[in-house]
């Protein structure tokens, strides 16, 4: 259940994201190279976050099991590499964007954390 929760929450914020960056780089001011790409990372945002918080599990004070855990401590780390590695690229494009680049530097954020999401919900399969 909480995996078709997930895609939901993932399709919907790849909609709605690509409507704002598409709407913005319509616009007649160049958007901020760092806006489309934030809006890119939180299109996906809720849909790694919920089955992040997920693998935690319910019982108070117990321990996640071992896969769990891992996966846990494995997500998060690409979470943040993916994040790290893609502002290092969004700063290299400059401080304005066109719209070419709005919708690659939105395609970025997505990118970002793509890797965890999979792997968060790759443990949610393998559990």
């Known amino acids: 259940m909480i995996i078709v929760s997930s895609v939901a929450l993932a399709l919907l914020g790849v909609f ?11 616009g ?24 992040f918080i997920g693998l935690l599990g319910t019982q108070p004070g117990a321990k996640p099991q071992a896969v769990a855990g891992a996966v846990w401590v ?3 780390a690409a979470a943040l590499i993916g994040v790290i590695v893609s ?3 969004v700063r290299g494009a400059g401080r304005c964007a066109g719209a070419h680049d709005a919708r690659r530097l939105w395609r970025l954020g997505l990118l970002a954390l793509l890797p965890a999401w999979v ?6 399969v393998a559990r």
Not at 28 to 51: E, K, Y
Not at 119 to 124: D, K, P, S, T
């Open 16 to 26: 709605v994201s690509r409507l704002i960056v598409r709407r913005l780089a319509a």
């Open 28 to 51: 007649d001011a160049q958007p901020d190279a760092h806006a489309c790409w934030a809006i890119g990372l939180f299109a996906l945002l809720p849909a790694w976050l919920v089955p």
């Open 74 to 76: 494995v997500s998060a």
């Open 87 to 89: 502002e290092a690229r």
């Open 119 to 124: 792997i968060v919900l790759g443990g949610h």
